[in-house]
């Protein structure tokens, strides 16, 4: 969707300037998003996008979420993780939109400023016009908050399906096909029998190899490699696309790539990759600072370990062993 050219546009000074916004994915228990209608006398009038709005001189992000909310909405916010960030241009200027996943608040939202507002669930069809700016949002919205990393070498492939089978009746709702120690023809056979599972819950799946496999064993995607992630010009079309990062080079690739998500690590060491050095929490927050794609931590990863990632910016976590752990709920 092509924003309003009948704007007024700024001149090409001002286009430079990247104003900063605060962004709000004010989300309630049942999963449900807030979406509000600019007013009439503000610039896109009747556009629908995340409430928010631009920071203050000397304010933080955080901040500014907080003071938007509560003008706005009249709400006051108790939880807020910052999550990501997109940089969008439009004919009256650059905004760079900081988003934050609001998940308690006190009060109950209402319209302070005449906007029309409404709770959105992903299934549902979008209120239109939706600003350009927020539909990456929403595609990341579809993303749940554990990925799931199959372990069949390890535990045996008739293991193994028992244990898909619980996670699947536990929510886990997307799934990476990993298992580089099979022969090809093996790889293919047990792919399928994930991918068939996985599809009647509603599950997704990605292949970790190439595209080509992916469409062939019917996945919903591939999940590159770094070294795959490098070597790659352009981002495969028709299916979701994630990657292995570890530094900042390879994410930014990614971001260039305009990938779905990609997970980063490993944060605490893991047994799956004896020896690599772990970066720990501080710096997963740097890196996921300003990112353009949801993150999911990975390495030594538990569900345990969902609010540590959210608080560092992540969107959630990659689990290999604790994904088929015969636990409660982990989705």
């Known amino acids: 969707m092509q924003p309003n050219l009948s704007l007024p546009s700024a001149a090409p000074e001002k286009r430079n300037v990247i104003i900063e916004v605060a962004a709000a994915v004010v989300l309630r228990a049942d999963g449900a998003f807030l979406l509000a209608q600019r007013p009439a006398g503000k610039v896109y009038a009747g556009w629908w996008e995340f409430p928010g709005g631009k920071l203050d001189a000397g304010e933080s992000a955080k901040q500014a979420l907080a003071r938007e909310l509560h003008e706005e909405l009249g709400i006051h916010v108790q939880t807020a993780f910052p999550w990501i960030t997109r940089v969008f241009t439009y004919p009256h200027g650059t905004v760079r939109l900081n988003f934050f996943r609001v998940t308690s608040w006190q009060g109950e939202p209402q319209s302070r400023e005449g906007q029309q507002l409404l709770w959105q669930r992903i299934e549902d069809p979008l209120p239109t016009p939706m600003l350009d700016a927020n ?78 496999q992916a469409t062939a064993l019917g996945a919903d995607g591939v999940h590159l490699t770094e070294i795959a992630l490098h070597a790659m010009t352009k981002r495969p079309t028709g299916m979701l696309v994630a990657a292995s990062c570890h530094d900042a080079r390879a994410l930014a690739h990614a971001a260039t790539l305009e990938l779905d998500f990609v997970v980063l690590g490993a944060v605490a060491p893991t047994a799956s990759h004896p020896g690599e050095q772990a970066m720990g929490w501080s710096r997963f927050a740097e890196l996921t600072h300003h990112s353009t794609l949801p993150i999911y931590a990975i390495g030594g990863m538990q569900a345990s370990d969902l609010p540590v990632s959210f608080a560092s910016g992540a969107h959630g976590v990659a689990m290999i062993r604790g994904a088929w752990a015969n636990t409660e709920s982990i989705a």
Do not use: C, D, M, W
């Open 135 to 212: 539909l990456p949002v929403i595609n990341a919205l579809q993303l749940p908050s554990v990925y799931a990393i199959t372990a069949a070498s390890a535990l045996g492939e008739q293991v193994f399906l028992q244990r898909l089978e619980l996670a699947l009746q536990r929510g886990v709702r997307l799934i990476q096909f990993r298992e580089k120690s099979l022969p090809l023809t093996a790889f293919a056979v047990l792919a399928e029998q994930v991918i068939s599972r996985a599809h009647a819950y509603g599950a997704r799946v990605l292949i970790n190899g190439t595209p080509a």
